[in-house]
């Protein structure tokens, strides 16, 4: 059976006989159903079920093992509870730990045939990180106060999606930056919560109906527009391991230098300029993001890059299967391997370079490559 065939078949066997959402718990805390697709209860179970995966729970890699011709042999790892270090053997190493987490370990695999990290032949390893360009607005909107009650929320994940609407202008030069975003809108009446007592001054003297009455008035007014747009990879964004700070393994953490080019700071101004607009002409008062201020970088928890992919080995780290273009046996299959990025969440396109790259080393195996 063709390689292809066969991911296809364990994977349409994980997605048949899911359940459909019943709203049983919140999504990002696990789905209980596996209605919310996540890899730790539908990839990961029928995986397991061919026998031919083992797992090891609490293992920090530090590092990828080499032999004496800077090839990947396997990788060594501290067991989290015992404290103890193991190593394990392979054909194939791939890495899939987090964009930066996998930088981490590559920067750490030294040796006489990586100097400065295994397969960091171009010097590039770490350079080029990225993250989406996240801007977040709330106004109180009071038209939105005293709303009857209705089961119209859904989960609370946000329902709309606005998508980059401004190509024409662009390609026109009406805009003073090259990359787009979208916007996402957020709200409701979900069950309270404790935060409500946010809704009243901290100065005003009110309690039994007229406390309530406040709270009624507010609850449900309050919205937020996040614009997620698409950063432009600079060589003066990059991490490195840090010489002065070591985890309680002794495992060298990183040191991360971050810069907004222009535009990203032109974007964040667009975007805003555009929720102060929709805020006002909904009768609304921003409660925050007023004054612009540019975000952290790695707020979007959107992390890409630093083992960026390419067609030449001297201005990339992978190839387009995320094969180590100086250590053929050494693949990277998460987002360390972007070499952009745009303003949509990482995860289907790491699922799909996931799968492109297993294949790759299925066939390399099946002599088909």
């Not at 989290?80 to 890495?95: D, F, K, M, P």
């Not at 957020?186 to 919560?193: I, K, Y």
Request: aromatic share 8%; charged share 15%.
């Amino acid at each position: 059976m063709p390689v292809a065939a066969i991911h296809a078949a364990v994977l349409t066997k994980g997605l048949n006989g899911r359940a459909p959402c019943v709203y049983a718990t919140q999504c990002t805390r696990g789905c209980s159903s596996r209605s919310n697709f996540q890899s730790t209860t539908v990839l990961i179970p029928e995986a397991f079920a061919t026998g031919n995966l083992t797992i090891v729970t609490n293992a920090l890699v530090q590092r990828v093992d080499v032999d004496a011709e800077g090839k990947a042999t396997g990788v060594t790892y501290i067991d989290r509870q015992a404290g103890t270090q193991h190593s394990v053997e392979a054909r194939n190493v791939i890495l899939g730990a987090g964009s930066f987490s996998t930088v981490r370990i590559l920067l750490n695999s030294r040796s006489a045939s990586w100097p400065s990290g295994i397969g960091n032949a171009s010097g590039l390893l770490g350079k080029y990180i990225m993250d989406s360009v996240e801007y977040t607005m709330q106004a109180r909107i009071p038209a939105l106060g005293f709303v009857p009650p209705q089961n119209d929320d859904g989960i609370f994940t946000p329902h709309i999606y606005v998508p980059w609407w401004l190509h024409r202008e662009q390609e026109e030069g009406k805009l003073n930056f090259a990359r787009g975003y979208h916007i996402e809108p957020r709200g409701g009446r979900r069950l309270p919560t404790v935060a409500v007592g946010g809704y009243v001054d901290d100065t005003d003297p009110l309690y039994g109906d007229a406390l309530r009455r406040q709270i009624q008035r507010r609850y449900g007014s309050y919205a937020f527009l996040s614009g997620e747009g698409e950063m432009i990879p600079n060589e003066e964004t990059y991490c490195e391991l840090d010489p002065g700070s070591t985890d309680q393994w002794g495992f060298p953490a990183l040191r991360f230098h971050w810069k907004w080019g222009q535009q990203e700071i032109n974007q964040a101004t667009h975007m805003h300029a555009t929720f102060s607009r929709i805020f006002h002409r909904l009768g609304g008062t921003i409660v925050s993001g007023d004054p612009l201020v540019m975000p952290p970088g790695g707020s979007a928890i959107h992390e890409v890059g630093g083992a960026r992919m390419g067609t030449s080995p001297a201005d990339s780290v992978l190839d387009s299967f995320g094969q180590c273009w100086n250590a053929g046996n050494l693949f990277v299959l998460d987002g360390a391997s972007f070499a952009s990025s745009p303003d949509k969440n990482p995860t289907l396109t790491i699922l799909a370079l996931a799968w492109r790259g297993a294949t790759r080393i299925a066939q390399l195996h099946r002599g088909q490559a």
